[in-house]
Nanobody, 116 residues
Framework: QVQLEESGGGLVQAGDSLRLSCTAS????????MGWFRQAPGKEREFVAR????????YYVDSVKGRFTISRDNAKNTMYLQMNSLKPEDTAVYYC?????????WGQGTQVTVSS
């Protein structure tokens, strides 16, 4: 069983930065691809970013390219999402995920609110 815990969310102004963290426990963290999703009020959950187990390959939704950076530290069982130049439309609950074969594990989410 995998447990994921996000942290780092908060209330910021447009143009500010935040760094989200996701700490995993219960399994060999470094073997699995991971990612971030987000869900804004009244909208469906959407993909934000993904990183392979080694950290060498990353993917981003177009709306965050050039502003967000996903990374991981396998020695600390932690994944990060550095968010720069935040916009009000980035306001959402952010969830981390870990993919173990056909299973996807989710964290409980952390709220990010960007005021204009």
């Amino acid at each position: 069983q995998v447990q994921l815990e996000e942290s780092g969310g908060g209330l910021v102004q447009a143009g500010d930065s935040l760094r989200l963290s996701c700490t995993a426990s219960g399994r060999s963290f470094s073997s699995y691809h991971m990612g971030w999703f987000r869900q804004a009020p009244g909208k469906e959950r959407e993909f934000v970013a993904r990183i392979t187990w080694s950290g060498h390959i990353t993917y981003y939704v177009d709306s965050v390219k050039g502003r967000f950076t996903i990374s991981r530290d396998n020695a600390k069982n932690t994944m990060y999402l550095q968010m720069n130049s935040l916009k009000p439309e980035d306001t959402a609950v952010y969830y981390c995920v870990l993919d173990q074969g056909m299973n996807r594990y989710w964290g409980q989410g952390t709220q990010v609110t960007v005021s204009s």
